[in-house]
């Protein structure tokens, strides 16, 4: 699959996900003219159940998506490569107990706990990011766990090490460096996954609140009138399924590409 | 192999351990009271009072985790807050519909991923390899909250061939199963094509092609019955996604299971009705995983003997 696809269809994301900043946008005025319109002149998306803009809460729909994304990915990969990395390199009871923390978590399948925990800390979109970094950060944990284990017995490790480096100046300089190509390929995955659970947290009300705006949100608010007006579900279905794709595409890219080189790097 | 099945056997109660020890915190990470939340501000002191007694809520919290283990250890998970029934009533009344869902899209997946993948794997680099693997793609990209209402909207709004929600009579169980067997045949239709790629390339498949034996049986019987062992831990793995997925597919369409009772609890704040499914699902799910690797342990020795790797 050619790279312009998805990277264009993430730099749209991006780029709307930012122009809300800067656009005059009024994703919550009413148009009581217009409730449940089709697509036409004036506003190319239609109108929904109360007579607002879709398109223009299409945009705060992929503002609120880029930023809990951006929050939840950035936070469950540094906490969980905190904890994975130092507790593979310091062993022990701590790494024990570790594992059986990891395991723990991974026994809740999927984003049940996280439905769980959004559902009792109360709707918002701030408890979504908690939630969903709460369950984030156990696969980097578990990844940077198992990259340090195969890589702190390597040479370089053992002579900064004997020449005296301190520990944290190893977990940083020598082994992060290393360990960066799987995290990358993990966290590029994790967007996608980031992109659905959150939309799907919405659509189960746990989410936004009115009047903001998410994709999920407003599958879940189109559904009441899918036989008068479709194109209240079909709009931000479309544009979560085109982010998702993109993201799944580019990962499988990324890996093919991550993967021979380090392919290449361990013959030479 | 008694061995292995200890080892196995004390993680799993290890884990069940601290999965219930969370499902108990549950209620405790809330911010603020949970007794307050769960009223409101209009609230009467001796109402507040009254529930917190009836929760449990004014012991210390070990003397409390005690008083829910007990209970556990009983099948006793409380009394529901909104219906005023014993929680365990309530999941027995759900749990075959969750269940009926469960197997039959299991069938489902099984059905689209086994063929798609083979075909691809047998068929490598042609366009039925091609559109496998895109319908793959997609498989994994669309979420059963839209794939959910894009079936309504076509089979049952446009086409009218089955209910739109709930559960009558023996139709209504095909969308919610064609949904969320759409996203797990997507991913085991992807492995089921790489295991079978590689089994391909056996030395065996070459013997038995040479010997001349018809190609289907090659496929069928040297081929896939060894391409299946990854693949069953892979679906033990996806039992686990498909009861999560459960809880938003049932929401979808109104299924009246354990999934839809968890939104519904989380809903009208039944907190021992929350705890109580998300630990049933999940403990379910240790259940399933722990069966999966004794079953994988069974069919293959290199795993009960390689010191439990």
């Given at each position: 699959?050619?790279?312009?696809?998805?990277?264009?269809?993430?730099?749209?994301?991006?780029?709307?996900?930012?122009?809300?900043?800067?656009?005059?946008?009024?994703?919550?005025?009413?148009?009581?003219?217009?409730?449940?319109?089709?697509?036409?002149?004036?506003?190319?998306?239609?109108?929904?159940?109360?007579?607002?803009?879709?398109?223009?809460?299409?945009?705060?729909?992929?503002?609120?998506?880029?930023?809990?994304?951006?929050?939840?990915?950035?936070?469950?990969?540094?906490?969980?490569?905190?904890?994975?990395?130092?507790?593979?390199?310091?062993?022990?009871?701590?790494?024990?107990?570790?594992?059986?923390?990891?395991?723990?978590?991974?026994?809740?399948?999927?984003?049940?706990?996280?439905?769980?925990?959004?559902?009792?800390?109360?709707?918002?979109?701030?408890?979504?990011?908690?939630?969903?970094?709460?369950?984030?950060?156990?696969?980097?944990?578990?990844?940077?766990?198992?990259?340090?284990?195969?890589?702190?017995?390597?040479?370089?490790?053992?002579?900064?090490?004997?020449?005296?480096?301190?520990?944290?100046?190893?977990?940083?300089?020598?082994?992060?460096?290393?360990?960066?190509?799987?995290?990358?390929?993990?966290?590029?995955?994790?967007?996608?996954?980031?992109?659905?659970?959150?939309?799907?947290?919405?659509?189960?009300?746990?989410?936004?609140?009115?009047?903001?705006?998410?994709?999920?949100?407003?599958?879940?608010?189109?559904?009441?009138?899918?036989?008068?007006?479709?194109?209240?579900?079909?709009?931000?279905?479309?544009?979560?399924?085109?982010?998702?794709?993109?993201?799944?595409?580019?990962?499988?890219?990324?890996?093919?590409?991550?993967?021979?080189?380090?392919?290449?790097?361990?013959?030479q | 192999m008694f061995s292995y099945l200890a080892q196995r056997l004390a993680g799993a109660?290890?884990?069940?351990?601290?999965?219930?020890?969370?499902?108990?915190?549950?209620?405790?990470?809330?911010?603020?009271?949970?007794?307050?939340?769960?009223?409101?501000?209009?609230?009467?002191?001796?109402?507040?009072?009254?529930?917190?007694?009836?929760?449990?809520?004014?012991?210390?919290?070990?003397?409390?985790?005690?008083?829910?283990?007990?209970?556990?250890?009983?099948?006793?998970?409380?009394?529901?807050?909104?219906?005023?029934?014993?929680?365990?009533?309530?999941?027995?009344?759900?749990?075959?519909?969750?269940?009926?869902?469960?197997?039959?899209?299991?069938?489902?997946?099984?059905?689209?991923?086994?063929?798609?993948?083979?075909?691809?794997?047998?068929?490598?680099?042609?366009?039925?390899?091609?559109?496998?693997?895109?319908?793959?793609?997609?498989?994994?990209?669309?979420?059963?909250?839209?794939l959910g209402p894009l079936l309504i909207l076509v089979f049952s709004l446009w086409l009218?061939?089955?209910?739109?929600?709930?559960?009558?009579?023996?139709?209504?169980?095909?969308?919610?199963?064609?949904?969320?067997?759409?996203?797990?045949?997507?991913?085991?239709?992807?492995?089921?094509?790489?295991?079978?790629?590689?089994?391909?390339?056996?030395?065996?498949?070459?013997?038995?092609?040479?010997?001349?034996?018809?190609?289907?049986?090659?496929?069928?019987?040297?081929?896939?019955?060894?391409?299946?062992?990854?693949?069953?831990?892979?679906?033990?793995?996806?039992?686990?996604?498909?009861?999560?997925?459960?809880?938003?597919?049932?929401?979808?369409?109104?299924?009246?299971?354990?999934?839809?009772?968890?939104?519904?609890?989380?809903?009208?704040?039944?907190y021992p009705v929350v705890q109580a499914c998300v630990l049933l699902i999940s403990v379910?799910?240790?259940?399933?995983?722990?069966?999966?690797?004794?079953?994988?342990?069974?069919?293959?020795?290199?795993?009960?003997?390689?010191?439990?790797?």
């Amino acid at each position: 699959m050619r790279l312009w696809f998805p990277s264009g269809v993430l730099a749209i994301w991006g780029l709307l996900a930012v122009s809300v900043w800067v656009l005059p946008l009024t994703p919550n005025l009413i148009h009581l003219a217009h409730i449940l319109a089709p697509p036409g002149p004036g506003a190319w998306l239609g109108y929904d159940d109360l007579g607002r803009d879709i398109g223009e809460r299409l945009l705060v729909g992929a503002h609120t998506s880029f930023l809990v994304a951006a929050c939840v990915v950035s936070l469950s990969a540094l906490l969980g490569t905190v904890v994975g990395t130092v507790s593979a390199y310091r062993g022990g009871w701590w790494d024990r107990v570790i594992v059986q923390v990891i395991d723990i978590f991974l026994a809740f399948p999927g984003i049940l706990l996280a439905i769980a925990l959004a559902g009792l800390l109360g709707p918002g979109i701030d408890n979504v990011v908690i939630a969903l970094a709460v369950v984030g950060w156990v696969g980097y944990a578990r990844l940077s766990r198992a990259q340090v284990l195969s890589l702190k017995h390597r040479e370089h490790v053992m002579a900064a090490e004997s020449l005296g480096s301190g520990r944290v100046r190893i977990m940083i300089r020598h082994l992060l460096p290393l360990m960066a190509a799987p995290l990358i390929i993990e966290a590029t995955f994790g967007v996608a996954a980031v992109v659905i659970a959150e939309a799907g947290l919405s659509f189960l009300g746990l989410g936004v609140q009115p009047p903001g705006a998410s994709w999920g949100a407003m599958i879940r608010d189109g559904t009441r009138y899918m036989l008068v007006a479709p194109h209240l579900v079909l709009a931000p279905g479309a544009a979560i399924c085109a982010v998702v794709l993109s993201v799944n595409l580019l990962g499988d890219r990324l890996r093919d590409r991550l993967d021979k080189r380090l392919i290449i790097a361990a013959r030479q | 192999m008694f061995s292995y099945l200890a080892q196995r056997l004390a993680g799993a109660v290890l884990v069940v351990f601290g999965v219930i020890s969370i499902v108990f915190l549950l209620i405790h990470l809330i911010p603020g009271d949970p007794v307050e939340i769960m009223l409101g501000e209009a609230a009467s002191s001796t109402d507040r009072e009254a529930l917190r007694v009836a929760l449990g809520l004014d012991q210390p919290v070990m003397l409390q985790f005690t008083h829910y283990l007990h209970g556990l250890l009983q099948f006793d998970l409380g009394t529901s807050l909104q219906s005023r029934r014993p929680v365990t009533d309530l999941l027995q009344e759900r749990l075959p519909a969750t269940l009926l869902l469960a197997s039959v899209t299991l069938a489902v997946t099984l059905t689209l991923a086994l063929p798609l993948g083979m075909l691809a794997a047998v068929r490598r680099g042609s366009a039925w390899d091609g559109g496998a693997m895109a319908f793959s793609m997609l498989g994994v990209s669309i979420p059963n909250f839209w794939l959910g209402p894009l079936l309504i909207l076509v089979f049952s709004l446009w086409l009218g061939w089955f209910p739109v929600s709930g559960r009558e009579g023996a139709g209504s169980v095909v969308l919610p199963a064609v949904t969320l067997g759409t996203g797990l045949a997507a991913v085991l239709s992807r492995m089921v094509r790489s295991s079978m790629l590689e089994v391909l390339g056996e030395d065996y498949i070459r013997t038995a092609r040479a010997k001349g034996l018809p190609p289907q049986r090659v496929i069928l019987h040297h081929g896939l019955r060894n391409a299946l062992l990854p693949v069953i831990t892979l679906l033990g793995l996806q039992l686990g996604a498909l009861l999560a997925g459960a809880v938003i597919t049932e929401t979808v369409f109104s299924w009246p299971g354990i999934g839809l009772l968890t939104i519904e609890a989380i809903q009208s704040r039944d907190y021992p009705v929350v705890q109580a499914c998300v630990l049933l699902i999940s403990v379910g799910y240790v259940l399933v995983n722990l069966l999966t690797d004794i079953a994988y342990a069974w069919a293959d020795p290199r795993i009960r003997l390689g010191g439990g790797g």
